[in-house]
């Protein structure tokens, strides 16, 4: 009998991975061209700090990790705004999967940067009040971020979902949400300059960096591995700032194709609406590929 129990494991094994690997081959899609949006807009993307000035103060380095997430929020905004008048209706219950996801996100990053990294990194500075316009940034889209997910989470069915009322929703909120995920990171490198910043090399740099690096790890897989995780990762371009970003997050390949394709197939159907392929390439938003749903 453990013999054949651990056939038959393998043997579904196999089959598992088979199918992921199935599903994993169709998130390829076209790349975008010019003459359709693709996910670098309404809203601009960020430019990290790192690859515009060459800085590697812990600040500077920060502030670029910090962009990069933003960057992947920023695709997903743009994704969901340029394709949600376009959803087809049998595509709706999937849509608005990932819109919720982008949500989720969105919500988890605010609540762990005013709990645990704005806290941690003031201490270290030694400097009150160096957050206080960011907090009032927080604010000012907040309610509406919120009125983005009471429309969704209280539609009578999924098929009721309007897309262009989605889009005056977000448009409601997006030049402080826009504004606020490109001054956060100019607030964080500019910490370099302050007169109590840590000297490099020093045992206060080097708690700084640590803060940075292990919030940087546990910000996004804390939100969710089977639905914020994959939606960040699926809307993260490898091919960003002349590709320099093209293995960040620094992890092994199967560990990141594992994220994807196995903890990402809970909710395959919602990611062929993301702006990226699962090897973190540029493709032409789905809903906008059928010229009949214009």
């Given at each position: ?28 899609t076209t790349a975008p ?96 009040g160096i957050w206080d ?84 790890k546990k910000t996004v ?74």
């Open positions: 009998m453990p013999g054949i129990r651990t056939a038959l494991f393998v043997a579904l094994q196999a089959i598992a991975l088979a199918i992921f690997l199935q599903r994993a081959s169709k998130m390829t061209t010019p003459d359709k949006p693709w996910a670098d807009a309404p809203c601009p993307l960020v430019k990290t700090p790192q690859f515009a000035t060459k800085k590697t103060d812990i600040f500077t380095l920060g502030a670029t990790h910090m962009a990069h997430i933003h960057n992947a929020i920023l695709r997903g905004y743009n994704s969901i705004y340029q394709q949600a008048p376009h959803v087809t209706h049998e595509d709706k219950p999937e849509f608005i999967g990932y819109a919720q996801a982008w949500f989720r996100f969105v919500k988890s990053h605010h609540d762990d940067e005013e709990l645990e990294l704005f806290p941690k990194v003031e201490e270290v500075l030694g400097t009150k316009e960011t907090h009032k940034e927080h604010e000012s889209f907040l309610a509406g971020l919120s009125q983005f997910n009471d429309y969704l989470s209280q539609l009578p069915e999924p098929f009721d979902f309007n897309g262009t009322e989605l889009r005056r929703i977000m448009s409601s909120f997006q030049d402080a949400f826009n504004h606020h995920f490109h001054s956060e990171i100019s607030t964080i490198a500019a910490f370099a300059d302050l007169p109590s910043a840590p000297t490099p090399s020093s045992p206060e740099a080097d708690r700084a960096a640590a803060i940075f690096k292990a919030w940087g897989t804390k939100a969710g591995y089977t639905d914020v995780v994959p939606f960040f990762l699926l809307n993260l371009d490898t091919t960003y700032e002349d590709g320099t970003w093209a293995t960040w997050p620094p992890m092994p390949a199967p560990i990141r194709w594992g994220l994807v394709n196995i903890a990402g197939a809970y909710h395959w159907g919602w990611w062929k609406f993301a702006s990226c392929d699962s090897a973190g390439k540029p493709r032409a938003l789905y809903a906008l590929q059928f010229p009949e749903n214009k």
